[in-house]
């Protein structure tokens, strides 16, 4: 089952730095509940990512790392997720039979690469596609 981090809830996007050198993309929040005032998100070896809307003030709703399990070949958060990243529309049965899109699924599924979501209450959206995505 995916993973929401209610530590990010109405968050603030404090800095966002992306180093296509290292496939790595940083972005570090203010955070209103949980002991850490600061944290940062950090995909690595990143596959491909979308972020929209992006503002000089950006509030989180939440963040959602999926689990292996969500990748699987029907309607879901996760697929519909992945799908956005790789085709910006909405996910159909159809898509199903996309082999570029199931072989992103098959690895998420195994576990060689992991999908998160993030939504705004205000500004950015984000979908990542890496290898690792961490909390710091």
Same mark, same amino acid.
């Not at 972005?27 to 005032?37: A, N, P, Q, T």
């Not at 898509?95 to 979501?117: C, N, V």
């Given at each position: 089952?995916?993973?929401?981090? =209610?530590?990010?809830?109405?968050?603030? &996007?404090? !800095?966002? %730095?992306? @180093?296509?050198? *290292?496939?790595?993309? #940083?972005?570090?929040?203010?955070?209103?509940?949980? =002991?850490?005032?600061?944290?940062?998100? &950090?995909? !690595?070896? %990143?596959? @491909?990512?979308? *972020?929209?809307?992006? #503002?000089?003030?950006?509030?989180?709703?939440?963040?959602?790392?999926?689990?292996?399990?969500?990748?699987?070949?029907?309607?879901?958060?996760?697929?519909?997720?992945?799908?956005?990243?790789?085709?910006?529309?909405?996910?159909?049965?159809?898509?199903?039979?996309?082999?570029?899109?199931?072989?992103?699924?098959?690895?998420?599924?195994?576990?060689?690469?992991?999908?998160?979501?993030?939504?705004?209450?205000?500004?950015?959206?984000?979908?990542?596609?890496?290898?690792?995505?961490?909390?710091?």
């Amino acid at each position: 089952m995916s993973e929401q981090l =209610d530590s990010f809830v109405e968050s603030t &996007v404090v !800095r966002l %730095i992306l @180093d296509r050198e *290292i496939s790595e993309l #940083r972005l570090e929040v203010s955070c209103v509940f949980g =002991d850490d005032k600061k944290r940062v998100i &950090v995909a !690595r070896g %990143i596959d @491909d990512f979308l *972020i929209e809307d992006f #503002r000089f003030y950006n509030i989180l709703d939440r963040v959602t790392v999926f689990a292996l399990g969500d990748a699987v070949e029907e309607p879901n958060e996760c697929t519909s997720a992945l799908l956005y990243l790789m085709q910006r529309r909405e996910l159909s049965e159809s898509d199903f039979e996309w082999p570029a899109f199931t072989e992103k699924l098959a690895m998420i599924r195994s576990g060689k690469l992991q999908l998160m979501a993030v939504e705004a209450v205000a500004g950015a959206t984000a979908i990542v596609l890496a290898k690792d995505i961490a909390f710091e």
